[in-house]
Structure formats: structure tokens, C-alpha cells
């Protein structure tokens, strides 16, 4: 308790939305979800956040693109030093992480050195690191980005040959992990949402989870529901990620839940892929729908799956849909195409990388599901702590 009083006083002097914890926890109105998101998970996701803010700096300084007293544009910095457009994604970002939190300021689409100071990139990385090291992988990675962001930005490598080369692996593997709090959240909040639809007394509840990578959700899962799913269909596309997640979800299964694993590609039909229309009372996904490049698509054969009534499950972030401004747990994502190459709507996905509540709802009853549930109401939650970024998105097919 004593560590616990020394690290709230230590963060609430940082930064203020940690003195409101209190709200944030008086926002959550059901109990059981509240529950999840404790003080630790909070400290943890201000201090990455500002590890960010550390990161996007020392980036923009080492390929020399921050802004002098004149102040710069994203389309001046990209034509000064040739950044090919595909690049401006990242640099956007960069720039607009800055703005939001003062060390940048923003007028008039220029962007100009400001007031709020810059904290080593290191220093923060060793307070995560001390304060949550199940998390610390997730310095790694990002520190990965800031020392390879000038080949990067000189197209000598991309996103995904810099983060998920064979030697970055075993980060991966560690980041996609339960002992990882910055992670785990989604898999927690996400078997929550899938044990208020289960059946209590036994029968049949099959899930079937795409895009499993790691198994660490199947694994949450599994655990908390025990015999109550009785069957659990694992998929993967990813070899090196399929193999680690068969394995972690075979170990948390009950003895009576029947485990299957397979290799499935969202993006083509999945009857195409052994999914037979109709035989799953749930479709769950973890983090994984957002990257697709034709979401109405991938939507529309998670429906095929379901019975009649069955539900979708999809456990990600969640962007506020009133919030403009970057959210810092797209720093990493930003850099691969596979994030940013996707197909836009105006009303259904305005943007890429994480949906808003607004725009899932609209996507799913697009798609023809309806009784639409944000677990818990993100819009609402950030209005007492705009920093939220945390749902679990459920949409049933009608029965009638």
C-alpha cells in the first residue's frame, strides 16, 4: 500500500487526469467492468502515453523535422526531406501528438515549437519498465521505432520490415500477453463481455475467434469461462503466431470444451476456409478487426457464421467519437501499412486505425445486426476522462 500511495502522488503531480481517477471509476456504472480498470492500469497507460510524447520528439529531432520559431507544415517537412507520401501518415501523427500536450503548438495547420517540456525518452522507459515490467516490452518497441525512424522516413525500410522482422519476434510475443497490462485489458474486458452471454447452465456456446495471434484472449477466455463454451475455435493466419496460440489456448480449456485450431484469412470468404454458415453462437475478435482492409466485408462473414441470435464480440480500442486528436496507443500502428491501408467511409469509418462507437454501430447495422452494445459506453466515460480508449463492441443477428 505504502508503493501504491508513493506512485499516486508521484503520477498525480505529472499529469492531472491522475488525480480524476475517481471519476473515471464513478463514470464505469457497471460494477463488474469498473472493476477492470484499476489504478495500476491507469499509471501504466499514462506513463506509455507520455512515452509517446518522449518517443515522437527525439523521432522528429533525429530526421531533423522539428519545427523552428517560423514553424513548418507536414506537407513542407514532407517536401524538404522527400518523405514519400505513404510516410505522411507517421508524421502526422507525430506532429499532432506534440500539439495535443503543448510541446508543439498548433496554428493555422503550422505547427511551431511550444512551451510544455520534453522528458528524456529514457527516463520514461525505465519508470515503465519500474512500475509495470510486464509492460516494459512495450518501451522495446518503441524504442525500436525511434532508433530505426530515419530509415523509415527514407523508405530504406518499412513499418512492418522494422517491427516485425525475425528478430523482433519474441517482442511480439511478449507484447500480445496477459503478464502485459497495457494488453491484457482487452482480452480481459473482452471474456467479461463474452460470460454475460453464455449460457450458465451448460449446452452448447461455440466460439469462434478470428485472428487470435498469440492465444493470450483465448486464454483469458478459456479461463474465465471454464465448461461453459463448448467449443472453441482458434484461427490464425500468422504460422509463427498460430502455433503459440494453439497451444496457449489447448493448456486453458476445460477438459469438456472442445478445442479446434485452424489457419483463416478475414479478408475471403471463411466458408471458403472451413467456416460453415450458421454454426457459431459467437464470433470474437480481439484487436484484430481494425486492421481490415474491407471491414463491411469482414462484418458481413462474421454474420454468415452466427446461429440465428448469435452475437459478434469484438474486444479493441475504441476511439471517443467526439475526440479529434491522436490517441497514443496508435503511435506503433502507424508505422505499418497493414494499419493505415484501408478502405474509409464517411459515416462508417471515417478514418483508419480504431473506430469510434458511432461508426461500429453504424457499420454493424449496416451489416444487419442490431442491439449494439459498447461495453462499457466509451462516449460516455470520456467525458469524465477523455484519455479512455477501452470497449468491447457486441452486435446480435435479429432473430426475426
Known amino acids: 500500500m505504502e508503493n501504491?500511495?508513493?506512485l499516486r502522488n508521484d503520477l498525480s503531480t505529472r499529469r492531472r487526469d491522475t488525480a480524476d481517477f475517481a471519476k473515471l471509476q464513478a463514470a464505469i456504472a457497471d460494477e463488474r467492468v469498473r472493476d477492470l480498470f484499476t489504478f495500476r492500469f491507469l499509471a501504466a497507460t499514462e506513463t506509455f502515453d507520455r512515452l509517446v510524447d518522449a518517443a515522437a520528439h527525439r523521432i522528429l529531432s533525429s530526421i531533423g523535422a522539428l519545427p523552428a520559431a517560423r514553424g513548418v507544415t507536414v506537407q513542407e517537412t514532407k517536401q524538404a526531406l522527400s518523405i514519400p507520401w505513404r510516410r505522411t501518415v507517421a508524421l502526422t501523427f507525430l506532429y499532432e501528438k506534440l500539439s495535443d500536450t503543448g510541446t508543439l503548438d498548433r496554428r493555422d495547420g503550422r505547427y511551431?515549437?511550444?512551451?510544455?517540456?520534453?522528458?528524456?525518452f529514457e527516463t520514461v522507459a525505465a519508470e515503465l519498465a519500474r512500475l509495470e515490467p510486464g509492460a516494459a516490452v512495450a518501451a522495446e518497441l518503441v524504442r525500436t521505432l525511434v532508433d530505426e525512424a530515419p530509415r523509415y522516413f527514407r523508405s530504406e525500410a518499412t513499418g512492418d520490415e522494422i517491427l516485425f522482422s525475425p528478430q523482433k519476434l519474441p517482442l511480439w510475443l511478449r507484447y500480445f500477453s496477459n503478464a502485459n497490462l497495457l494488453y491484457t485489458i482487452n482480452n480481459t474486458l473482452g471474456a467479461e463481455a463474452l460470460s454475460r452471454i453464455a449460457p450458465e447452465d451448460g449446452g452448447a456456446f461455440e466460439v469462434l475467434e478470428i485472428g487470435g495471434g498469440?492465444?493470450?484472449?483465448?486464454?483469458?477466455?478459456?479461463?474465465?469461462?471454464?465448461?461453459?463454451?463448448?467449443?472453441?475455435?482458434?484461427?490464425?493466419?500468422?504460422?509463427?503466431?498460430?502455433?503459440?496460440g494453439e497451444r496457449a489456448a489447448r493448456a486453458a480449456a476445460s477438459p469438456t470444451t472442445l478445442v479446434e485450431s485452424a489457419r483463416l484469412d478475414m479478408t475471403i470468404?471463411?466458408?471458403?476456409?472451413?467456416?460453415?454458415?450458421?454454426?457459431?453462437?459467437?464470433?470474437?475478435?480481439?484487436?484484430?478487426?481494425?486492421?481490415?482492409?474491407?471491414?463491411?466485408?469482414?462484418?458481413?462473414?462474421?454474420?454468415?457464421?452466427?446461429?440465428?441470435?448469435g452475437t459478434v464480440v469484438v474486444s479493441e480500442c475504441v476511439r471517443p467519437t467526439k475526440r479529434a486528436r491522436p490517441i497514443y496507443v496508435e503511435f506503433i500502428f502507424d508505422f505499418l501499412d497493414s494499419f493505415t491501408d484501408v478502405a474509409t467511409d464517411p459515416v462508417?469509418?471515417?478514418?483508419?486505425?480504431?473506430?469510434?462507437?458511432?461508426?461500429w454501430r453504424a457499420t454493424f447495422e449496416a451489416a444487419g445486426l442490431g442491439d449494439v452494445e459498447i461495453l462499457p459506453d466509451v462516449d460516455a466515460v470520456a467525458e469524465k476522462y477523455p484519455d479512455f480508449v477501452v470497449g468491447a463492441v457486441l452486435a446480435r443477428v435479429e432473430t426475426g
Open 4 to 6: 501504491l500511495a508513493e
Open 348 to 359: 462508417k469509418r471515417p478514418t483508419h486505425g480504431f473506430l469510434t462507437p458511432a461508426a
Open 112 to 120: 511551431f515549437p511550444g512551451t510544455a517540456p520534453v522528458e528524456e
Open 214 to 244: 498469440c492465444g493470450s484472449a483465448a486464454e483469458e477466455a478459456l479461463t474465465k469461462l471454464g465448461p461453459r463454451i463448448s467449443r472453441y475455435r482458434f484461427t490464425e493466419i500468422a504460422e509463427t503466431f498460430a502455433r503459440h
Open 269 to 309: 470468404p471463411w466458408a471458403q476456409q472451413g467456416v460453415e454458415p450458421g454454426t457459431f453462437d459467437v464470433v470474437y475478435s480481439v484487436n484484430c478487426f481494425h486492421v481490415a482492409p474491407d471491414l463491411d466485408f469482414v462484418i458481413a462473414e462474421a454474420a454468415k457464421a452466427l446461429k440465428p441470435g
